[in-house]
């Protein structure tokens, strides 16, 4: 596999005892700590949300975090940006949410931002949606940072086939698929699909695993049961394959959002998540 890919400890993996759509998602833990704690566990990058981002900036500005990450030799990318292809006042809101978080990737030299499809089941032109992830592109260039889609079953954005279709009706450089061990098992995607995809079309990477059964609905299991690499049932190492298949030498998030995972220290939970993802991908590609 030659050198180790950096890993990026995401938002959620290190937030602690807060759980995504539920009340404020502002982690309980300082930014100081959970730095430290990433970058004593073996990462290279730490995710940051847009809400947490914003709590902070009242105490020392962009300035104060990025003097964090710096201490701590680590990168950021940030999430996450929705409804960035809507129009009336859902797009008003989402523009004001798309500045604020590309100020905070240029601030902050984000290496990329995540965005996502919707969850109300709205179906959007595609070529609204392809023009609109142009002009996202364009705007996150002029930042200095990336965009990349999560592909997530149950979304607007729901397999790779659309994302693929988005990313390449666009063609623009920085803009890209983040592809996410869980929800390409949750969706039933066939690794060679992913595999086929062209080179560059992949610009990030996400790992976890989990019960092949999915138990209660798709959010609350994508919420609540994902477990460590290489502790649940998933195939990562043919997922793994298929993403180096592509032509993918990028970076690796590591995404655990579980009830035992949040009851963890920050520091147990970057060592162990870590320490995890690293043995499979020196399983499946080393």
Same mark, same amino acid.
């Given at each position: 596999? +030659?050198?180790?890919? $950096?890993?990026?400890?995401?938002?959620?993996?290190?937030?602690?005892?807060?759980?995504?759509?539920?009340g404020? %998602?502002?982690?309980?833990?300082p930014l $100081?700590?959970?730095?430290?704690? #990433?970058?004593?566990?073996?990462?290279?990058? /730490? *995710?940051l949300?847009?809400?947490?981002?914003?709590? %902070?900036?009242?105490? *020392?500005?962009h300035?104060g975090i990025? $003097?964090?990450?710096?201490?701590?030799?680590?990168?950021?990318?940030?999430e996450v940006l929705?409804d960035?292809?809507?129009? +009336?006042?859902?797009?008003?809101?989402?523009?004001?949410?798309?500045r604020?978080?590309?100020?905070?990737?240029?601030?902050?030299?984000?290496?990329?931002?995540?965005?996502?499809?919707?969850? &109300?089941?709205?179906?959007?032109?595609?070529?609204?949606?392809?023009?609109?992830?142009?002009?996202?592109?364009?705007?996150?260039?002029?930042?200095?940072?990336?965009?990349?889609?999560?592909? %997530?079953?149950?979304?607007s954005?729901? &397999?790779?086939?659309?994302?693929?279709?988005i990313?390449a009706?666009?063609g623009?450089?920085?803009g +890209?698929l983040? /592809?996410?061990?869980?929800?390409?098992?949750?969706?039933?995607i066939?690794?060679?699909?992913?595999?086929?995809?062209?080179? +560059?079309?992949?610009?990030?990477?996400e790992?976890?695993?989990?019960?092949l059964?999915?138990v209660?609905s798709?959010?609350?299991?994508? /919420? &609540?049961r994902?477990?460590l690499?290489?502790?649940?049932e998933?195939d990562?190492?043919?997922?793994?394959? #298929?993403?180096?298949?592509?032509?993918?030498?990028?970076?690796?998030?590591?995404?655990?959002?579980s009830?035992?995972?949040?009851?963890?220290?920050?520091?147990? @939970?970057?060592?162990?998540?870590?320490?995890? @993802?690293?043995g499979?991908?020196?399983?499946?590609?080393?």
């Amino acid at each position: 596999m +030659g050198a180790p890919p $950096a890993l990026i400890a995401s938002y959620f993996t290190l937030a602690g005892a807060v759980r995504p759509l539920e009340g404020s %998602m502002v982690s309980p833990v300082p930014l $100081a700590r959970r730095a430290e704690a #990433a970058a004593a566990g073996g990462y290279q990058g /730490i *995710g940051l949300l847009q809400e947490d981002i914003a709590a %902070m900036l009242p105490a *020392g500005g962009h300035a104060g975090i990025a $003097a964090i990450l710096r201490a701590n030799g680590l990168f950021c990318e940030i999430e996450v940006l929705g409804d960035w292809f809507t129009d +009336g006042a859902r797009r008003v809101a989402a523009d004001a949410e798309r500045r604020a978080i590309l100020a905070s990737a240029e601030a902050l030299e984000a290496v990329h931002v995540k965005v996502t499809g919707t969850l &109300d089941g709205t179906q959007w032109p595609l070529p609204q949606v392809i023009e609109s992830f142009a002009g996202l592109c364009d705007d996150a260039r002029a930042a200095g940072t990336a965009i990349t889609i999560e592909v %997530m079953p149950e979304t607007s954005i729901p &397999d790779v086939a659309t994302g693929r279709a988005i990313v390449a009706g666009a063609g623009r450089a920085n803009g +890209g698929l983040l /592809i996410d061990s869980f929800h390409m098992t949750r969706g039933a995607i066939p690794f060679a699909e992913i595999a086929a995809l062209a080179p +560059g079309i992949v610009n990030h990477v996400e790992l976890d695993d989990g019960r092949l059964e999915q138990v209660g609905s798709y959010l609350e299991d994508t /919420i &609540d049961r994902r477990a460590l690499c290489g502790e649940g049932e998933f195939d990562l190492d043919g997922f793994l394959q #298929a993403i180096a298949a592509t032509g993918y030498a990028g970076r690796y998030g590591v995404e655990i959002l579980s009830h035992a995972h949040r009851a963890l220290s920050v520091e147990e @939970a970057a060592r162990a998540s870590c320490a995890a @993802a690293r043995g499979s991908l020196a399983r499946a590609l080393g």
